[in-house]
C-alpha cells in the first residue's frame, strides 16, 4: 500500500483498548518496552508517546525512547506541509511539558485526524483541534522535499479518470459547458485566478485544449483528491470516492460515502466516518456505493442524454475497483495492511468470523447492482413498448416504485436475518468472546 511503513503498523493495532478495572492489556504493555521503557508497570501510565515509539521500532526506526508526547518535536525532520503518517505534537492544556503525539491521517478546516494511542484510552481515530498542533515531523532519512509528490493511488486513480472524462467537448446539454479531460473552463481558469469575460473568454478556451499534463495532476489532486480524503482511503475504496467526487462534486462524494458507511451525513469525513469505514470489507464499500451513484444519475433532468455513459462509467470504476482489492489483497477501506491483528470475533464453533463478505456466494436478489439494473432497464422499455401491450407508465413512476421495492425487499430480509441471529444467540451454548491476537 501507499503509506509509511509505521502507519501499516499502528493500523494493526486499530481496536486495541484499555481494560477495565485492575487487568492490564499486555498489548499496550509491549508498547512500553518496545518502545525502550522498562519501569512502566500499568496502561495507567499515559501511552500515546510508548504506542509512538513501538509503531516506529516495529517499521524499522528508533523513536526517541521518551513517554513524553513531546519529545517527538526534537525527533526527525520538521515538515512545512502535512503528509500521511506524518508525527504529529499536540499541545494539551495549559502545562508547557504536557502533549499528545499520533499519526497525521487528514484534516478539515479546523480539524487535524489522528490516528494514535491513549485515545479514548484506545487505539482509534479521533479529532484535535488545528490550535493545538505544535509541529509534524518525518525521518530524517526518509524526508522528502516535495511532500506533496505524485503517490502511486492517486496517479493510477486519475489515469482512470481521464479514460472515463475523454477529451476536448462542449456539449449545450452539459452544464459544465467547455470541457477538456474532465476539467471545465470555470474550473481551469479559478486554478489559474483568472475572471472569464468577453474578452478572457477566448484565450482560456483555447489553452484549455491544450492544458499541459502537470496542469491536469494538480488540478485533480488540489481540487478533488486531497478535498474529498481519499489520501485516507485503500486504492479500491479511493478509486471509487474520487471519480465520483469529479463527477458529482467533493461535497456530494462525501455526503453518498457517509451514507454508504451508514454514518451521520454532515459532508465531512472525520472519526466517525473513518472508523466505520475501516470496520467494512472494501468490496461491499465500493460495490453499495456503485449502487447510490447509479440511483443519483437516474434522479437528474439530463439522464436522458448522458445516462448511458454515467453507468458505463459507474460499473468500469466498480470492476477496476474490484480487480485491485483483489490483486492487492485488500480487506478494508482504510490504509492499512491486509492483516488486522485485533477484533477477530470467535464463533461459537470455535471458527473465526470472516470480516469481508464473499460476492460470489450472495443471492442474486441480494444485489442492489441486478436491482439497479432491472430498475433501469423496466424504466427504458416500458415507456415505449408499453402503450402495444396497453401499459402506459412513466418513467419516473416506474423507477420510484422500483426503488420502493427494493427497499421493501431488503428490509424484510434484515427483519429475516434479525429474528435468526436472535434465535442463535438464544439457543448459543457459549457467548462470543473477543480473541487477542
Not at 518496552?33 to 508517546?49: F, I, K, L, V, Y
Not at 451514507?259 to 465500493?286: K, M, W, Y
Amino acid at each position: 500500500m501507499d503509506q509509511p511503513a509505521w502507519l501499516e503498523a499502528a493500523w494493526a493495532e486499530f481496536g486495541v483498548r484499555e481494560i477495565p478495572g485492575k487487568e492490564d492489556a499486555a498489548e499496550i504493555l509491549r508498547y512500553f518496552r518496545d518502545a525502550g521503557d522498562t519501569s512502566a508497570a500499568s496502561e495507567a501510565t499515559p501511552w500515546c508517546a510508548a504506542f509512538m515509539g513501538a509503531m516506529l521500532k516495529r517499521s524499522g526506526h528508533a523513536g526517541t525512547g521518551s513517554l513524553l508526547a513531546r519529545s517527538y518535536l526534537d525527533w526527525g525532520d520538521s515538515l512545512e506541509t502535512p503528509r500521511i503518517g506524518a508525527v504529529t505534537v499536540l499541545a494539551r492544556g495549559d502545562d508547557p511539558n504536557a502533549g499528545h503525539v499520533a499519526f497525521y491521517l487528514g484534516e478539515t478546516a479546523d480539524k487535524l485526524f489522528l490516528l494514535g494511542g491513549n485515545q479514548g484510552d484506545a487505539v482509534t481515530v479521533a479529532a484535535y483541534d488545528k490550535a493545538r498542533l505544535l509541529g509534524l515531523r518525518w525521518p530524517r532519512e526518509e524526508a522528502e522535499a516535495d511532500s506533496d509528490g505524485d503517490d502511486t493511488i492517486f496517479l493510477k486513480a486519475l489515469a482512470h479518470v481521464l479514460e472515463m472524462e475523454g477529451g476536448f467537448s462542449n456539449d449545450a446539454y452539459d452544464p459544465g459547458g467547455p470541457t477538456n479531460r474532465g476539467i471545465t473552463l470555470d474550473t481551469y481558469a479559478a486554478f489559474k485566478g483568472e475572471t472569464i469575460g468577453a474578452e478572457t473568454r477566448p484565450r482560456l478556451i483555447s489553452e484549455l485544449k491544450s492544458i499541459p499534463d502537470d496542469t491536469v495532476r494538480a488540478i485533480y489532486r488540489q481540487r478533488y483528491f486531497k478535498p474529498s480524503m481519499c489520501t485516507a482511503f485503500t486504492a479500491p475504496l479511493a478509486l471509487m470516492h474520487f471519480d465520483a467526487a469529479v463527477n458529482h462534486g467533493v461535497s456530494a462524494a462525501i455526503q453518498m460515502l457517509q451514507g454508504v458507511a451508514r454514518v451521520t451525513v454532515d459532508g465531512e469525513i472525520g472519526p466517525e466516518t473513518l472508523s466505520a469505514i475501516g470496520s467494512r470489507s472494501v468490496v461491499d464499500l465500493i460495490d453499495d456505493y456503485a449502487e447510490v451513484r447509479r440511483s443519483r444519475y437516474r434522479a437528474l433532468p439530463h439522464f436522458w442524454r448522458f445516462g448511458r455513459g454515467w453507468l458505463k462509467r459507474v460499473d468500469a470504476t466498480l470492476v477496476l475497483g474490484r480487480a485491485w482489492a483483489g490483486a492487492e489483497a485488500t480487506n478494508r477501506g482504510l490504509l492499512e495492511p491486509a492483516q488486522i491483528a485485533k477484533g477477530e470475533l470467535e464463533m461459537d464453533n470455535g471458527t473465526t468470523g470472516a470480516t469481508a463478505t464473499d460476492d460470489s456466494s450472495k443471492w442474486w436478489a441480494h444485489s442492489k447492482t441486478m436491482w439497479g439494473t432491472i430498475i433501469t432497464a423496466a424504466a427504458t422499455v416500458i415507456p415505449v413498448l408499453g402503450p402495444a401491450l396497453g401499459i402506459t407508465l412513466p418513467a419516473d413512476v416506474i423507477t420510484t416504485f422500483g426503488d420502493q421495492a427494493l427497499t421493501a425487499v431488503q428490509a424484510l430480509t434484515g427483519l429475516f436475518g434479525t429474528v435468526l441471529a436472535i434465535y442463535g444467540r438464544l439457543n448459543a451454548a457459549s457467548p462470543l468472546t473477543l480473541r487477542k491476537g
